[in-house]
């Protein structure tokens, strides 16, 4: 059975204990850094997360595609989306070279 993921708490315990500061300043320093990922991601279309990977807006095209329960034809609108492309690095610690 898997491990559940570290929560944000668990996050903030870690990193205060780690860097020796005080878990409100870790907690701030968290926030900060997410909410400027989210800017600069809406501002200029990507926002690098050194050694992890880069947040991308992508606009996809308007397309045709089919209700699964009518079988029926639909047009799905264009629309803007984020992606997280996952760095070689990050991906060859978690998952091993090929």
Known sequence: MAKKPMTKSQSVD???KNFEVPKKLAAAIIEYYAALAIAETKK?????LPGIGK?????RKARM?????T????KIPAKT??????????????????
């Open 14 to 16: 870690n990193f205060a």
């Open 44 to 48: 200029n279309g990507s926002f690098v």
């Open 55 to 59: 947040l991308v807006k992508v606009n």
């Open 65 to 69: 595609g089919r209700n699964p329960a």
């Open 71 to 74: 079988g029926e034809a639909i």
């Open 81 to 98: 989306v984020v992606k997280m492309r996952v760095a070689k690095a990050c991906k060859e610690a978690i998952v091993g070279k090929r």
